[in-house]
């Protein structure tokens, strides 16, 4: 019996310590502190969408940029850490985040309120227009009014919002909105792709932001910007971050605050503009 106590008292000195430990690291390590600690910040972006973010030759070399691209370093100085850039399709974006393969997303990302359910979001750094992207020969078709959109084939990026607002703002004269299961939008994972599927005749339009329409329009000579335009419902661009990071999106917001009272954030838009123009 003497013996049989013993290794029981012997078995709960090994175990108590454990136990002890998992209760002293049982107290959560913020998304904040996390990054502190790695001395750096993982950015996921999809690079594809001047001028927000695009790849460009700078100095000879393949470099993301844009001015998405220029808030990030921006909080990454504030933090204190280096900065690292994951570049994917959009629609995996959020997936990457809620599995912690990226600390935020910058990606002309709207915080649409089924967005919030998996992820937070920064106050707004930048509200957008969006337009139409045409082909230029067919001007006098669709140029004009978004309503002749109502029965053509139209594109829009994979997971954007701009799929939300072909499906709500394109409406024919009866004023019905496009439904879920309309045909009427074909949804791919990068806007290039879709580009050329308006310069292959096999859709009539895409649907992105003015700022980033217009860089596609000037690269080809055979596409045009529509005379109407959308404006975005849901209220502009933001910041995501993990779901439950207060002090992240804290820090965060103290960056956008600074860069908007410096009115750098339209700095860094015509800066990117231009660069996205000379590529």
């Known amino acids: 019996m003497l013996r049989r106590t013993l290794a029981i008292l012997a078995a709960l000195m090994v175990i108590f310590p454990v136990v002890a430990g998992g209760a002293k690291d049982s107290k959560a390590v913020s998304s904040l502190e996390k990054i502190k600690a790695s001395g750096k910040i993982i950015l996921g972006t999809s690079a594809d969408y ?12 393949d470099t993301i940029v844009g001015f998405d691209i220029e808030l990030a370093k921006e909080i990454a100085k504030d933090l204190g850490v280096e900065l690292e850039i994951k570049d994917m399709s959009f629609d995996g974006l959020l997936a990457a985040l809620v599995s912690g393969n990226v600390d935020m997303v910058i990606s002309g990302m709207t915080p649409t309120e089924e967005r919030r359910q998996n992820v937070d979001f920064s106050e707004i750094y930048y509200q957008a227009v969006h337009g139409a992207v045409i082909r230029v020969a067919d001007e006098a078709k669709y140029g004009k009014d978004a309503a002749s959109l109502k029965d053509v084939l139209i594109g829009a990026q994979r997971g954007a919002i701009q799929v939300g607002i072909a499906k709500e703002q394109i409406k024919g004269v009866t004023g019905a909105a496009l439904d879920e299961n309309h045909p009427q939008i074909k949804e791919l994972g990068a806007l290039p792709d879709l580009i050329m599927e308006v310069k292959n005749n096999k859709i009539e339009a895409v649907i992105a932001e003015l700022p980033v329409a217009d860089a596609y329009v000037k690269r080809n000579p055979d596409l045009v910007l529509a005379s109407y335009s959308f404006l975005d419902n ?10 439950n990071s207060p002090e992240l999106v804290a820090a965060i917001n103290a960056t956008i605050a600074r860069l908007v009272a410096e009115d750098k954030i339209n700095q860094f838009v015509g800066e990117a503009n231009l660069l996205a123009d000379s590529q």
């Open 234 to 243: 849901e209220g502009g661009s933001a910041v995501a971050v993990k779901k």
């Open 50 to 61: 001047p001028p927000y973010e695009f790849h460009a030759l700078v100095d000879g070399k």
